[in-house]
């Protein structure tokens, strides 16, 4: 398979859209938040120079301290606008306010207009300039000598305290956006976890119908070879038993005639084992022993071969015993065939929550790199005798009783084999 038909088909590919559509529409949505913020900030400065222009506006023609019915005035014609506190400032002391709020210390700074824009509210605060007199009037000469430098504290001021609403609404529409498009992604990654999931068991089930076709046509052929070549091995080799009574003192035709016999037995036992996998999947489950069946196992491949470990006395579960006993059998035989000589199988049963585990471990070359899932096939085998039936016959016997086999290459170097069977429950 190439790398972008696995791209396509591999669970990788509803991942990957759905991490791109989240980084494009996060950062969409921060760009905006960011756009927001900087705007908003630029609203506010404008905001408070056009209540600093209709202040020195409003209150230019007023000399002294404005009374308090123009400051209210004032208050109540930009309410609307977002201003809460007006109030006229001499040496850091009210003198005349409206509304509530307050200006904080902005009136001990330097002379000049000063903005604060952090909090819920803008604070501002800007000298209160008086109008000149034009030049030869009686107020004011033809030469006007320079002002006398003051102290900015002695100035009037007027201080404003508002609250930037358009600002504060493009905030909050960027914030609210952004919640959303954490929202959409967090929805858009769990749609892509289910649809993997989804895409996952289908192709898995779509494996399993294949397997389950391939195993169907193999039955079928096993069935009808199996049948016909039954009566006529059983013929041969009822008369190679016969032929070696009559030459046992034969040493010339004695080794000949004991050759047929054993390739007779072998063929039988080849088709016992299509049989076997062509067999009825139906089970006949009784509360069992399991340390029984592993016994019974152990002592039919060879009880000094295989070092077994049993469970607590007292444990039942149930099983179709026959079934499970041939099960491990096929996989006691395999691994004590794969051990060096003077290495004994381990095999041993316990429980794990729910579920029974036979587990059987040799110390042979291992199981090939990707070839974990292969050997279960049928008529896969690395031997030089036999047919590769006895691990698909495994295979089938625990899956009948709604478990699993798996298979790996443990520490040491050889294979572990893993037979696990639920319990009805579980």
Avoid at 42 to 58: C, D, P, S, W, Y
Avoid at 147 to 162: G, H, S, V, W
Avoid at 217 to 236: C, Y
Wanted: glycine share 8%.
């Amino acid at each position: 398979m190439s790398a972008t038909s696995w791209w396509r088909r591999g669970p990788l590919m509803p991942w990957g859209a759905a991490v791109l559509m989240c980084a494009v529409l996060l950062s969409a949505a921060l760009f905006i938040r960011r756009s927001a913020l900087e705007s908003s900030s630029l609203v506010k400065r404008g905001m408070a120079n056009v209540l600093m222009l209709a202040g020195v506006e409003a209150f230019r023609d007023t000399t002294g301290v404005p009374s308090q019915e123009a400051i209210e005035a004032f208050l109540a014609a930009h309410r609307d606008g977002g201003l809460r506190y007006v109030a006229i400032v001499e040496d850091g002391k009210v003198l005349a306010s409206a509304g509530e709020g307050s200006v904080g210390d902005l009136v001990l700074q330097q002379d000049g207009p000063q903005l604060r824009l952090d909090g819920s509210r803008a604070q501002l605060v800007h000298r209160l300039r008086r109008p000149r007199p034009p030049a030869g009037t009686a107020e004011a000469p033809a030469v006007t000598p320079p002002p006398e430098p003051q102290d900015p504290r002695k100035m009037l001021r007027i201080a404003y305290e508002f609250e930037p609403l358009t600002a504060q609404e493009l905030e909050s529409r960027s914030q609210r956006l952004l919640i959303v498009a954490m929202v959409s992604c967090v929805g858009i990654l769990v749609l892509a976890f289910a649809f993997s999931r989804a895409q996952a068991q289908r192709e898995a089930l779509a494996e399993e119908l294949e397997r389950g076709r391939r195993l169907a046509a193999l039955g079928t052929m096993s069935a009808v070879l199996a049948h016909e070549l039954r009566n006529p091995l059983a013929s041969l080799k009822g008369h190679a038993q016969l032929l070696a009574e009559r030459v046992e003192r034969d040493e010339t035709l004695r080794p000949k005639v004991d050759r047929v016999v054993n390739e007779a037995v072998r063929l039988e036992q080849l088709l016992n084992d299509l049989l076997g996998f062509v067999r009825s999947g139906e089970l006949r489950r009784e509360d069992a022993d399991p340390n029984d069946v592993l016994r019974a196992a152990v002592e039919a491949t060879g009880e000094a071969n295989v070092e077994a470990r049993y469970l607590p006395a007292g444990t039942h579960w149930p099983l179709d015993a026959g079934r499970l006993q041939q099960a491990l059998e096929n996989v006691l035989r395999n691994a004590v065939q794969a051990s060096p000589a003077g290495q004994r199988v381990e095999a041993r049963v316990e429980q794990e929550g729910k579920a029974l585990v036979f587990t059987v471990k040799d110390h042979g070359p291992g199981i090939p790199a990707g070839e974990e899932e292969r050997i279960f096939e049928p008529f896969v085998t690395g031997r030089l005798r036999g047919v590769g039936l006895g691990l698909s016959i495994t295979r089938r016997i625990v899956e009948l009783h709604g478990g699993t086999v798996s298979a790996r290459t443990h520490a040491s170097g050889g294979a572990e084999f893993r037979l696990t069977v639920p319990s009805r429950g579980g």
